[in-house]
């Protein structure tokens, strides 16, 4: 079995650089191929990595060593680049989204299985071990059924500026299609598939080119509903973000669109408790209950009984960077087991890639516009 990996990655921008530094942790990965339509940036990236320039990205194709793309470009051009790069005969992983359309998505998806290729997009959230603990306290209901939800995203646009093509939707396909994916795919991970009931985007006053900077979704599960807001008008400095699961027994936040940091409320009886503190590890516990005996509440015309009601931080923000690019190492890691043995199970395939798109296009198309 072959025990090297040889990537060729089209679009040299900051983020390619990183996803390269956490894709080479992978023992048996190198990068031997670059291409960019910038020959300055392409070409010193290129020379970082010791790799080969390639200025239009067709070259890159031509070359038989490359056996995996990742396509790292503005959205409207991920199907283009993916299709040809699949129809070259490479594996591909793209970053978000798949496309620009679930058509698309689609087409891509065909195409790889028919010719027996890796096609995967970057969704990494649930890469992230508290993707994991959130997935097993839904799971085993430590905390009673879900209720209600939200991921609040207060995020920057300093770095964008007015002619950036984030804000166009030809180019980006709009908050929801270029970045609420990764969302729509983490709390599907969680409650499985949920539908898009309704949709708002609002479009920045006072300039006079068309830019929506700020949307929403509400996404019905089965058990309960979920809000999703996106804001793209902050300085760097307050770029922050929130998510929240209600249960009946208590709630869970987390910090962070790569959440790192976690704080859980709740009631719990004691055999609970020592499981949450095994799985979460180190964390500080504070109870707020005065005794130790058993207690009885009603919730949801419901007898609930338990031993404490506590809160359990864990994490701090500092993680952020380095859990980002671990979760990139273990994505690659995970498509390359494929690669080599397609009965292994990956974490994410191409499903998700589409299933997300769907959710972010229905959301575009029937939201109301401000």
């Known amino acids: 079995m072959k025990n090297t990996l040889n990537i060729g990655i089209i679009g040299a921008g900051s983020f390619a650089a990183f996803a390269a530094a956490a894709f080479l942790k992978v023992e048996g990965v190198k990068i031997i191929a670059v291409s960019d339509i910038n020959k300055n940036t392409g070409s010193q990236f290129a020379n970082q990595l010791n790799a080969q320039f390639y200025p239009e990205y067709e070259k890159l194709l031509e ?20 299709k040809k790069s699949l129809s070259a005969g490479r594996h591909v992983i793209c970053e978000k989204p798949a496309a620009l359309k679930s058509s698309e998505a689609e087409e891509l ?3 790889a299985k028919e010719t027996d290729l890796l096609y995967v997009v970057n ?20 905390m009673g059924n879900f209720l209600h939800g939200f991921f609040e995203n207060y995020a920057s646009d300093e770095n964008l500026n007015e002619a950036h093509w984030f804000w166009d939707q030809q180019k980006s396909g709009g ?13 599907g991970g969680w409650l499985g598939k949920g539908e898009v009931v309704n949709a708002l985007q609002i479009r920045r006053k006072n300039i006079e080119k068309e830019i929506y900077d700020r949307v929403q979704a ?14 793209f008008d902050q300085p760097k400095i307050l770029d922050r973000q929130e998510m929240r699961l ?7 936040t987390l910090y962070e669109w790569i959440p790192v940091r976690m704080k859980l409320h709740g009631l719990f009886t004691n055999i609970q408790l020592e499981k949450l503190k095994e799985l979460i590890g180190p964390s500080s516990v504070s109870k707020c209950s005065n005794d130790d005996a058993a207690k009885k509440v009603k919730g949801r015309f419901t007898e609930i009984i338990f031993d404490q009601e506590v809160t359990i931080e864990s ?12 979760m990139l190492t273990d994505m690659l890691a995970d ?22 798109l769907r959710m972010a296009e229905r959301s575009r198309k029937i939201s109301q516009r401000f």
Not at 175 to 187: G, M, P, Q, Y
């Open 63 to 82: 070359d038989k060593l490359v056996e995996l793309v990742y396509v790292a470009t503005p959205p409207f051009l991920h199907y283009k680049i993916s």
């Open 109 to 111: 998806q065909a195409l």
């Open 123 to 142: 969704l990494i959230q649930r890469y992230n071990p508290l993707y994991n603990l959130v997935k097993y306290i839904i799971d085993e209901k430590l």
């Open 175 to 187: 908050i929801f299609i270029e970045h609420a994916v990764h969302f729509f795919d983490l709390f």
């Open 218 to 231: 509400s996404v019905l599960y089965d058990d309960g509903i979920v809000n999703f807001y996106h804001g």
């Open 246 to 252: 209600q249960f009946e027994r208590g709630e869970i």
């Open 315 to 326: 994490g701090n923000n500092d993680e952020k960077q380095n859990r980002y690019q671990q």
């Open 335 to 356: 498509q390359w087991k494929w690669i080599k043995n397609k009965d292994h199970q990956r974490i994410i395939t191409d499903e998700n890639a589409i299933e997300s």
